[in-house]
């Protein structure tokens, strides 16, 4: 029987090599235009991991190794599930949703729950059994970066936090100054201005999956989360997800 307990430390790697198993089979299944970043490093989403350990709630599945895990964070008094991952040899047995039980217990009092549904058809059904239901779309961009920064952005800095925070709060419904210090170690910002007025920002890496962004409605680029695979440009591929809210 599977066991469900708080992760320490020493977990991560562990969880590492679950994501790259379980996420390189969703990419396989259905992102193939992500093929390409297969195979998955583990180590690259320790910093993330550490973070999350950090200043949320982090969640292993044992069986009686780790074979699964889960990671919220309340931000603002917002719930919301960054992490639900199971190793495919244990997938469809009811593990995913015993470890977001957990976590989703963890975050009892919260004014809001909140999860980035991805497009596999067993993720959006396990939400939707607790009472998660969809709200909005999200769009993941992406494209070719390098060249000259498109006109009217500039660097992202520990200055901006203040608009930074009240932007996040109108778009996403909770402030995260914790993440963004994250986001500026490990990639690059980039604030969006008109006539000196900031509308939006963006974060700038490498590899698969979104990095975060969000813009006011007055801003000429889409809101949303936007792919790390380049800087904000005027044609990029899309892809869509679900945001589910109870």
């Known amino acids: 029987m599977p066991r ?6 020493g977990d991560l790697p562990d969880a590492a090599e679950i994501f790259a198993a379980a996420c390189g089979r969703l990419i396989e299944e259905y992102h193939p235009a992500d093929r ?6 583990p180590a690259e989403r320790l910093p993330m991991y550490r973070h999350l350990l950090g200043t949320g709630a982090f969640f292993i599945a044992e069986d009686p190794g780790p074979v699964g895990f889960a990671s919220a964070v309340i931000r603002d008094g917002v719930w919301f599930l960054s992490q639900l991952w199971v ?6 047995g009811g593990l995913g949703g015993a470890l977001l039980d957990e976590a989703l217990e963890w975050g009892r009092g919260c004014s ?6 991805s497009v596999h058809p067993g993720a959006r059904t396990l939400y ?12 993941d961009m992406g494209g070719d970066g390098g060249g000259d920064a498109p006109p009217g952005t500039r660097p992202l800095h520990a200055d901006d936090d203040a608009w930074v925070a009240e932007l996040d ?3 996403r419904g909770f402030a995260r ?5 994250l986001w500026r170690r490990t990639g690059t910002g980039v604030a969006v201005e008109r006539d000196g007025v900031p509308l939006g920002y963006a974060y700038v890496g490498s590899g698969p999956g979104p990095a975060p962004s969000a813009t006011r409605a007055t801003c000429p680029f889409s809101s949303g989360r936007r792919s790390p695979r380049s800087a904000p440009a005027p044609s990029a591929s899309r892809s869509r997800r679900r945001t589910l809210r109870r």
Do not use: G, K, T
């Open 4 to 9: 469900i307990r708080r992760a320490e430390e």
């Open 112 to 117: 809001a729950f909140a999860v980035l549904s």
């Open 87 to 92: 190793h495919p040899d244990h997938q469809a």
């Open 177 to 181: 100054p914790e993440d963004h210090a």
């Open 36 to 41: 390409p970043y297969l195979p998955l490093d």
């Open 169 to 171: 709060r109108v778009a």
């Open 128 to 139: 939707l059994r607790r009472s998660m239901f969809p709200r909005w779309e999200e769009n």
